[in-house]
T-cell receptor, first 116, second 109 residues
Framework: GAVVSQHPSRVICKSGTSVKIECRSL??????MFWYRQFPKQSLMLMAT?????????EQGVEKDKFLINHASLTLSTLTVTSAHPEDSSFYIC????????????FGQGTRLTVV | QKEVEQNSGPLSVPEGAIASLNCTYS??????FFWYRQYSGKSPELIMS????GDKEDGRFTAQLNKASQYVSLLIRDSQPSDSATYLC?????????FGQGTRLTINP
């Protein structure tokens, strides 16, 4: 199966600082990557969809200036949480899809962000 | 109405019994349906996908889809303690996967 690697798996940062999370497709080229956020005991909520070489499409209610997404290559997308606050503490998960028509996407391991 | 609805549980099933998980969805045009298993603190793991009406079996797992009723279910036969997890139903719309809130399943030894 396809492998998606997410880094770091856990990060603790101080309020007001920025944190970058990486999502890499290790054995395939991902035309599309998705970023989700999951709060405790809740489901995954899609934050944004990123296509290689173009601007990310953000879901309603997600601040694009706060959650910066870069998909500069077919194997790497990054999510930067800028000026993080305690309410941004969550489990962030990426997934990657090979082709636009593919129905299946592969998930990274997730990143537990704690803002103190 | 939520796009994808699941009973959040918890659902408690004795070891060896059949666990039945249910999901309904609102977008009648949906074509792809998935069941994911998520252990606490981990990311979701795909266990079944189904695209056409009827049953699809894979080992101890059977997914059932009824597009007319907008209903998809997952049966787990011979439940094991290792099946204890949250099960997420996901439905693909035009571009994105929409997840249900998940059902927490506990298998009791």
């Amino acid at each position: 199966g396809a492998v998606v690697s997410q880094h770091p798996s856990r990060v603790i940062c101080k309020s007001g600082t920025s944190v970058k999370i990486e999502c890499r497709s290790l054995d395939f080229q991902a035309t599309t990557m998705f970023w989700y956020r999951q709060f405790p005991k809740q489901s995954l909520m899609l934050m944004a969809t990123s296509n290689e070489g173009s601007k990310a499409t953000y879901e309603q209610g997600v601040e694009k200036d706060k959650f910066l997404i870069n998909h500069a290559s077919l194997t790497l997308s990054t999510l930067t949480v800028t000026s993080a606050h305690p309410e941004d503490s969550s489990f962030y998960i990426c997934s990657a899809r090979r082709q636009p028509g593919d129905t299946e996407a592969f998930f990274g391991q997730g990143t537990r962000l704690t803002v103190v | 109405q939520k796009e994808v609805e699941q009973n959040s549980g918890p659902l408690s099933v004795p070891e060896g019994a059949i666990a039945s998980l249910n999901c309904t969805y609102s977008d009648r045009g949906s074509q792809s349906f998935f069941w994911y298993r998520q252990y606490s603190g981990k990311s979701p793991e795909l266990i079944m996908s189904i695209y056409s009406n009827g049953d699809k079996e894979d080992g101890r797992f059977t997914a059932q889809l009824n597009k007319a009723s907008q209903y998809v279910s997952l049966l787990i036969r011979d439940s094991q303690p290792s099946d204890s997890a949250t099960y997420l139903c996901a439905v693909r719309g035009a571009q994105k996967l929409v997840f249900g809130q998940g059902t927490r399943l506990t298998i009791n030894p």
